[in-house]
C-alpha cells in the first residue's frame, strides 16, 4: 500500500512541476513580448512606420504556438488521442490478439 501511496504522490508532484513549467514559461512570455512590442512601439513612432506588420508579431505569434503546446501537455489535453481513441484502439489489438490465439489452440 505504501508503494502505491509514493507512486501516487511522485506522479502528484511531477504534475504540479510541469504545470509551475508552465506558469513560469507563461510569465516569461508575457514579460518578453511585453518589452519588445513597446520597444517597436515607441521606436515606430520615432521612425514613422507602422506598429502593424507581422515581422513585429513574429516573437510573439511562434512563440505563443509553442506556448500552447506547452499548456497542452502540461494540463493533459490532446483532442486527437484522448481517453476514448485509447479504449478503442486497446480493444481493437485485444481482440486481434484474442483471434491469433485462437488460431493456435483450436488445432
Known amino acids: ?3 502505491l ?3 501516487r504522490l511522485a506522479r502528484a508532484k511531477k504534475r504540479v512541476e510541469e504545470m509551475k513549467g508552465f506558469y513560469i514559461h507563461a510569465a ?3 514579460v518578453i513580448n511585453a518589452f519588445i512590442l513597446v520597444n517597436i512601439l515607441v521606436r515606430s513612432g520615432y521612425d514613422g512606420e507602422s506598429f502593424w506588420q507581422f ?3 513574429f516573437t ?3 512563440w505563443g504556438i509553442g506556448l500552447l503546446f506547452h499548456a497542452s501537455k502540461a494540463f493533459r489535453f490532446n483532442p486527437l488521442f484522448n481517453e476514448v481513441w485509447e479504449k478503442k ?3 481493437k489489438y ?3 490478439y484474442r483471434k491469433e490465439a485462437e488460431k493456435f489452440t483450436k488445432r
Open 94 to 96: 485485444m481482440e486481434e
Open 60 to 62: 510573439p505569434f511562434f
Open 5 to 7: 501511496n509514493s507512486d
Open 1 to 3: 500500500m505504501e508503494d
Open 89 to 91: 484502439k486497446i480493444r
Open 28 to 30: 516569461i512570455y508575457t
Open 55 to 57: 515581422g513585429h508579431f
